[in-house]
């Protein structure tokens, strides 16, 4: 399983971003896919997920303004950041999670909210 997340970037507070996470295969073989994020010194932590369902959850700290969403026909989860603040800085980073194959994670990549 091979993630490849892209669309980080510098950004303006107030500012919106799209994040893309396109897997090598069929997404429908997870369970679970998700988007973690790791600022300096901090955790990873989980931002949003989606189950093969199309269920979804979203961290209270994003919760509002952060939104995951799938392209099955892509084999592509998003994640789009309205509103970002300059804590939502950090590496984000794809996760995928099936039972019959574990978890996968992206390279990551860097969102930079400027105040």
């Known amino acids: 399983v091979q993630l490849q997340a892209s669309g980080g970037g510098l950004v303006q507070a107030g500012g919106s971003r799209s994040l893309s996470c396109a897997a090598s295969g069929s997404i429908f073989t997870f369970n679970r896919m998700a988007w973690y994020r790791q600022a300096p010194g901090n955790q990873r932590e989980l931002v949003a997920a989606?189950?093969?369902?199309?269920?979804?959850n979203v961290a209270d700290s994003v919760k509002g303004r952060f939104a995951i969403s799938r392209d099955n026909a892509k084999n592509t989860i998003y994640l789009q950041m309205n509103s970002l603040k300059p804590e939502d800085t950090a590496v984000y980073y794809c996760n995928s999670y099936s039972a019959a194959a574990g978890n996968y994670w992206g390279q990551g990549t860097q969102v930079t909210v400027s105040s």
């Open positions: 989606i189950t093969s369902a199309g269920f979804t």
